[in-house]
């Protein structure tokens, strides 16, 4: 075999996992990296981008849509904390993100060379596996861990810092081959308690009105086939929470909807305190889910279904605890529940009837500001022409602030999987329009929609560039209220209207997009919403429609805190 030194190694071990494409911004401690991914061929394509943590979340709605970690790559120093805003995001979502970045030579350390910074410690309380490489046979097998740390268990981010010098340095060919099966996640499943499934299905079975709560995780593990034939059976109504939208086709007639303070209705509230059981799937049971544990109350029996078992029982007293992959559970549960049927009570809840109230009570309200000539223009009215001009298999990106409740509790997906994406772990605003890149790369057939505010436009509008130069069609939304909405409402509810420092100019999006080579559309009219969603969803490139909108202290979202 050829000689190889630790950069090729490195390019050799992401070929050998399986990675196809990786995002990333270039600097001087990278060098050796980039030439070697110039010299060799290897079939992975290299999104520059212009923000490391753009490329963070390009990797992180990558690895959503395809079940393949995403990869992303910065230099040291400014980069190294660039990168990790996305990084922190994926792993608390248990989303498979490798961030590489490299580093000051070993050589230097200590020695105040330019960009050195104790990357380490800085990634370490933040990532799921995280290591700084200091000789370079060391090279294959921190890539080696990084993927299974990444793809076992609960899923999660995982960081690599590699010095210049040992970019350089000699390696045995040999030390370079990849554990098969780590290129996909989850892998290497586990199954519950054995005992714990016929306990869990034994309750389930004997329960009169059970509600199933669907979280990310039910998503993560391609269970969703599997959760509807529990709760078929049971003819139980499903809820989600905000992560766990797509458990269940839209206009499924068990779905609930999403519940809790983001994107949940009193309507879909009233599903989850009319259970005599609940069954948390792929959930953490936080304090968004359950608009701060009120919802279930905590004298309702609760069976945790879940892939991390320190997530079971943290929040709510668990009576059956079932540890594992949710796709090998719900399987299991399905057989044993099965297996019981004939015994259940002859007079239980309508799971269908329930879920479908809840839904027309929640689309009947919906409609009525979906049809307002009201300026200006109300959020749903945008949300409703996308629901009727998306195609099948669309995606969805959201960030937070206007877009994220508004999405979550009316973008209507057709059908089950991963069709809407949200940074709900910490919310971070800049999230859209760079995760709607990844996720267009990851799924290049399905139209892609990035939907934000002016204030996230502000932080990620010079992706546009790394857009048109790539040809990536993406859909741009942009809700123009000239404010950070979600302050300013919070400011409304709990603060007596005393509104300080929430407030900005108007920017003219359109005219920015234009200038970055963008079509574009500016809408002030209520009645030119249609058309104009209409014509950017058809036009074969990038788009983008900027909507002057109601601001979100004055319109009503769906947050708990503000609707009562």
């Given at each position: 075999m050829s000689k190889m030194n630790g950069a090729d190694a490195l390019v050799r071990m992401l070929q050998l996992n399986g990675v196809k494409h990786i995002f990333g911004l270039c600097g001087d401690t990278s060098l050796p990296f980039y030439d070697a991914m110039a010299r060799l061929d290897h079939g992975i394509d290299h999104i520059l981008t212009r923000d490391e943590r753009s490329a963070a979340y390009m990797a992180d709605a990558y690895a959503r849509v395809t079940g393949?970690?995403?990869?992303?790559?910065?230099?040291?120093?400014?980069?190294?904390?660039?990168?990790?805003?996305?990084?922190?995001?994926?792993?608390?979502?248990?989303?498979?993100?490798l961030g590489i970045t490299s580093d000051v030579s070993v050589g230097s350390r200590g020695k105040?060379?330019?960009?050195?910074?104790?990357?380490?410690?800085?990634?370490?309380?933040?990532?799921?596996?995280?290591?700084t490489i200091d000789r370079a046979d060391q090279i294959p097998g921190a890539v080696r861990s990084a993927f299974r740390a990444m793809t076992t268990g609960r899923p999660g981010a995982a960081h690599i810092c590699l010095p210049y010098d040992l970019q350089k340095h000699e390696i045995d060919p040999a030390d370079v081959w990849a554990q098969p099966g780590h290129d996909r996640y989850p892998s290497l499943r586990t199954r519950p308690d054995p005992a714990q499934v016929e306990k869990a299905a034994a309750q389930l079975v004997a329960s009169k009105s059970p509600v199933i709560i669907c979280g990310g995780g039910v998503i993560i593990a391609g269970a969703c086939d599997a959760l509807e034939t529990l709760a078929t059976m049971l003819n139980a109504p499903v809820c989600t929470t905000v992560s766990g939208k797509g458990t269940l086709a839209d206009a499924h007639p068990l779905n609930a909807g999403v519940v809790g303070t983001n994107g949940g209705v009193p309507a879909t509230r009233e599903v989850v305190m009319g259970a005599d059981l609940?069954?948390?799937?792929?959930a953490r049971a936080g304090s968004t889910?359950?608009?701060?544990?009120?919802?279930?109350?905590?004298?309702?029996?609760?069976?945790?279904?879940?892939?991390d078992g320190m997530t079971i029982g943290t929040n709510y007293r668990t009576d059956v605890s079932l540890a594992g992959d949710a796709l090998l559970a719900l399987a299991d549960l399905n057989e044993a529940v099965r297996a019981r049927l004939a015994s259940r009570p002859a007079r239980v809840a309508d799971g269908r009837a329930i879920?479908?109230?809840?839904?027309?009570?929640?689309?009947?309200?919906?409609?009525?500001?979906?049809?307002?000539?009201?300026?200006?223009?109300?959020?749903?009215?945008?949300?409703?022409?996308l629901n009727r001009h998306l195609p099948a298999k669309a995606i969805v990106v959201a960030d937070p602030g206007t877009p994220c409740?508004?999405?979550?509790?009316?973008?209507?997906?057709?059908?089950?999987?991963?069709?809407?994406?949200t940074n709900r772990a910490h919310g971070a605003l800049g999230f859209a329009m760079?995760?709607?890149?990844?996720?267009?790369?990851?799924?290049?057939?399905?139209?892609?929609?990035a939907a934000m505010g002016d204030g996230s436009f502000n932080f990620t509008c010079g992706e546009m560039e790394t857009i048109v130069r790539r040809g990536v069609p993406l859909k741009m939304i942009v809700f123009s209220n000239t404010v950070y909405g979600w302050i300013k409402a919070s400011q409304k509810s709990g603060y007596g209207e005393r509104y300080f420092s929430v407030d900005f100019n108007r920017t003219d999006h359109a005219r920015v997009a234009e200038a970055f080579g963008v079509k574009a559309w500016r809408v002030e009219n209520p009645g030119d919403v249609d058309g104009v969603v209409k014509a950017a969803l058809a036009h074969d490139g990038p788009a983008l429609v900027d909507v002057i909108s109601q601001q979100l202290q004055d319109t009503a979202v769906p947050v708990s805190q503000w609707m009562g």
């Open positions: 393949r970690p995403g990869v992303c790559e910065g230099p040291s120093g400014g980069g190294a904390t660039y990168l990790l805003p996305g990084l922190v995001e994926a792993n608390e979502s248990s989303i498979p993100v105040f060379p330019l960009t050195e910074l104790d990357q380490q410690s800085l990634y370490r309380p933040l990532t799921k596996w995280n290591t609940v069954v948390f799937v792929g889910t359950t608009e701060h544990w009120k919802h279930p109350a905590r004298d309702v029996p609760i069976v945790h279904i879940d892939v879920a479908g109230r809840a839904r027309a009570r929640k689309f009947a309200d919906f409609a009525v500001l979906a049809a307002s000539t009201d300026t200006p223009i109300k959020p749903e009215r945008v949300v409703d022409a409740p508004y999405f979550s509790a009316y973008f209507d997906a057709p059908q089950a999987g991963r069709h809407f994406i760079s995760a709607g890149v990844g996720a267009q790369f990851g799924r290049p057939d399905a139209m892609v929609v």
